[in-house]
């Protein structure tokens, strides 16, 4: 497993780590049982860096892991968790004292003083730009109750806002081979800064592991069903935003350039972990068999110049008009 510097945080981390929106809610059933071992899988996998968030499954992911990571003390695992989105979406609420009640939950979940890293959960805009929502961040670590702060973002701009900040120390963004404009400016200005860039979405809601079919179908209370709309929250997390049909047909052709030998998904995280500005991929795993197959893109044979055109290419034919001026 290969490994990189976390932004600012200063902290080393498995360059492909575990999201865990899956564990908690929104992707179909996960027992607490299945979570764990697949934590644990993870784990002995060589991950870590679990990223969860408040509102997975309404503090759900963090108390699994808060468990999970109490039984096994002495490990090695920076938790990334996020906050924001357990009120209405206004930037009036992003204030120190929801800050300070968030994060309070968040180190009872996840059974820690100090939070290694809390990152903004696609805020609106305006946030992005807002001193004062950057000095209570700051009071936060002047406090102790957290060690780092970041952003997770939906578009390119609230990227680059956040990385002009100072404390900012790591950016969450989509990106992924049908997800690519952030390689235009957000990877080069991250980089520049020493800001971590943490991918999310990189499978593109499963699209790119090469395992669906117009036949497939999804639970009703998995977000790639109910979702596909936007009608719940950012169309752009589901599926990356891109249409369900069109998005099989570009799989299919993803698929067909992967060397032989390689995973189709396995390809598609290694093609993202492989760009120097990125500190850590996130996909997600609902079960130990894949939990193992996406930290083996950790230390996948690089996949050369040939396989970067030819997924820019297939980007610029099938995707560009649809996904590069909305996000």
């Given amino acids: ?84 989105r357990r009120v209405e979406q206004l930037p009036e609420n992003y204030v120190l004292a929801n800050f300070r009640e968030w994060t309070d939950r968040s180190r009872r979940n996840l059974r820690v003083e100090t939070l290694d890293l809390v990152q903004l959960h696609c805020p609106p805009s305006a946030v992005f730009t807002s001193d004062e929502v950057y000095d209570a961040l700051d009071t936060l670590m002047s406090d102790g109750a957290i060690a780092n702060y970041g952003v997770s973002v939906e578009t390119t701009a609230q990227a680059l806002d956040a990385i002009a900040r100072p404390g900012t120390a790591t950016v969450q963004i989509i990106l992924n081979a049908f997800r690519q404009k952030p390689l235009d400016e957000v990877l080069p200005a991250a980089q520049a800064a020493g800001v971590g860039i943490i991918a999310r979405v990189p499978l593109a809601s499963g699209l790119l592991s090469g395992k669906y079919t117009r036949e497939t179908t999804f639970a009703a209370n998995d977000h790639r069903n109910y979702n596909r709309d936007g009608s719940a929250f950012d169309v752009g997390e589901t599926f990356s935003g891109v249409p369900w049909e069109t998005g099989l047909e570009a799989a299919h052709e993803f698929a067909d350039l992967v060397p032989d030998g390689v995973p189709v998904a396995e390809a598609a995280l290694a093609w993202i972990a492989q760009h120097p500005a990125v500190s850590a991929v996130i996909p997600g795993a609902r079960s130990v068999k894949q939990a193992v197959a996406n930290a083996a893109a950790g230390s996948t044979a690089p996949m050369g110049a040939e396989f970067d055109a030819a997924v820019a290419d297939l980007y610029d034919r099938k995707l560009r008009e649809l996904i590069h001026p909305r996000w």
Avoid at 53 to 81: C, K, M, Q
């Fill in 1 to 84: 497993m290969q490994h990189r510097t976390l932004g600012r945080t200063g902290r080393t981390v498995s360059v492909i780590g575990l999201g865990t929106w899956q564990l908690g809610a929104d992707w179909g059933e996960v027992s607490e049982s299945d979570a764990r071992d697949v934590l644990a899988a993870s784990v002995d996998a060589g991950v870590t860096l679990f990223d969860t968030a408040d509102v997975y499954g309404d503090g759900r992911s963090e108390s699994v892991i808060g468990a999970f990571l109490a039984d096994n003390p002495g490990h090695d695992i920076t938790v990334a968790t996020k906050m924001g």
